[in-house]
């Protein structure tokens, strides 16, 4: 059982794999067995589906949970307008910008300024449209404060979310789980959460439109390596079963805008669940790297960690890539980055270290975002270096993380 939405009482216990039938319960026998929807739940709870496909989808892209909760989620007054700040997905009301770009570490919240991640999320950077579920939305969060007596819920895609500073505990109605810098974590379109801090931070977000985000195909690699499925973590049930007198707020992000409604109990009041579409973690040191040990750069595909396909085969809407430490052994070759046009855009953000493509200039916390076909590459003195210097075994990016995203929409509305 959860305490206050934030608030983790006892070592977290997570269940492991990607794409699983996982279920899970609070209390004993709180889930039903062998059906769904029996006439009277266990413990007297409702049944609820949450679906994150449509009905008729492929049985292989079919995804869905049942919760099993105190008080039905549609238990809320009507929704209305809510402040956005500076969170916005109205891309097409900001002129084009194909230069490239670079955005310094945004300041974290003074202490005598409260603010939660709701708050403190600004828009950076995205194309398309969430009204046609079509495109993606790249943000930075800083906040200092948790979101008390508040949850969120994307109405219009799936939410990436890559801490850079400071740990976040997110409470959803799954159960709970703690993401710090060097994890990710992944809330799928419609899941309800709320998020405690441990002090100023701040971070990365991207939000896709299409569809979830998957792994990779591993093709000639075979069965094993880069991201591996058993890594993946999914919280466990707990449940919070307060009535809150002074009213909850549930914040929707609706067709790029946002809007609030109250209720008087706690929207992470599900004893129990069962299903295949839930939120997750990843630890990115567990990333199974692969790369040449002959000669040439090869290409960054080869470190996608999750990506999330259009219907164009081999396209994705978003690939979200590390370059996180290994080995660099190749002969003959200029091993930095190359330079390069793309058919996609590619936004990148430091998460720790030095990236070794730029000497000066890029540090923890900044971002950069080079648009389709417009030219990137290391700067002169990462050229020289690489050019002249003796090619040994070496362990490069040490004490380093890097996260890039490649970005099939190429118009790019800045804000």
């Not at 996608?304 to 190749?330: E, H, K, M, N, Y």
Request: hydrophobic fraction near 35%; charge should be negative; aromatic fraction near 12%.
């Amino acid at each position: 059982m959860a305490g206050k939405a934030g608030e983790a009482k006892a070592p977290l216990k997570y269940l492991a794999g990607f794409g699983n039938e996982f279920q899970s319960e609070a209390l004993p026998n709180s889930l039903p067995e062998g059906q769904n929807t029996p006439q009277k739940c266990p413990y007297g709870l409702y049944a609820e589906q949450l679906s994150g496909s449509s009905f008729t989808s492929p049985r292989s892209k079919n995804v869905r949970t049942w919760f099993y909760r105190i008080r039905p989620a549609v238990l809320h007054e009507p929704f209305s307008h809510a402040e956005a700040g500076n969170f916005t997905s109205n891309w097409s009301a900001h002129p084009a910008n194909p230069n490239q770009l670079r955005w310094a570490p945004f300041p974290l919240p003074s202490k005598d300024h409260r603010v939660d991640f709701i708050e403190g999320l600004s828009s950076l950077c995205g194309a398309g449209d969430p009204c046609t579920r079509n495109g993606i939305g790249i943000y930075m969060y800083c906040c200092n404060t948790n979101m008390e007596s508040m949850c969120f819920y994307n109405s219009d895609g799936d939410f990436l979310i890559v801490p850079q500073q400071g740990m976040l505990t997110i409470t959803t109605e799954f159960g709970v789980m703690e993401v710090g810098p060097g994890e990710i974590c992944v809330i799928q379109h419609g899941m309800r959460f709320s998020v405690a801090v441990d002090g100023a931070s701040r971070g990365y977000v991207l939000e896709v439109y299409d569809g979830h985000f998957q792994l990779p195909d591993l093709g000639p690699i075979g069965a094993n390596g880069l991201a591996n499925p058993r890594d993946f973590l999914t919280p466990t049930a707990a449940f919070n079963s307060e009535i809150i007198s002074g009213g909850f707020v549930v914040i929707s992000k609706f067709q790029g805008q946002l809007f609030s409604a109250k209720q008087f109990h706690s929207p992470f009041d599900v004893v129990a669940w069962h299903g295949n579409y839930v939120p997750y973690k990843y630890d990115m040191a567990k990333f199974n790297v692969i790369n040449s040990v002959s000669f040439d750069h090869v290409d960054p595909s080869i470190f996608t960690v999750l990506t999330c396909p259009s219907q164009t085969p081999g396209v994705a809407i978003a690939d979200f890539v590390i370059f996180p430490p290994r080995w660099s052994v190749q002969e003959n070759t200029f091993r930095p980055p190359y330079y390069h046009r793309n058919c996609m855009s590619e936004f990148m953000g430091l998460i720790k270290g030095t990236y070794e493509a730029k000497s000066g200039g890029f540090t923890p916390g900044c971002a950069q975002l080079h648009s389709m076909m417009t030219p990137h590459g290391p700067d002169a003195k990462c050229f020289d270096k690489a050019s002249n210097g003796e090619l040994l075994p070496e362990k490069i990016a040490v004490g380093t993380l890097v996260s890039v995203v490649g970005i099939l929409h190429g118009k790019t509305g800045l804000l």
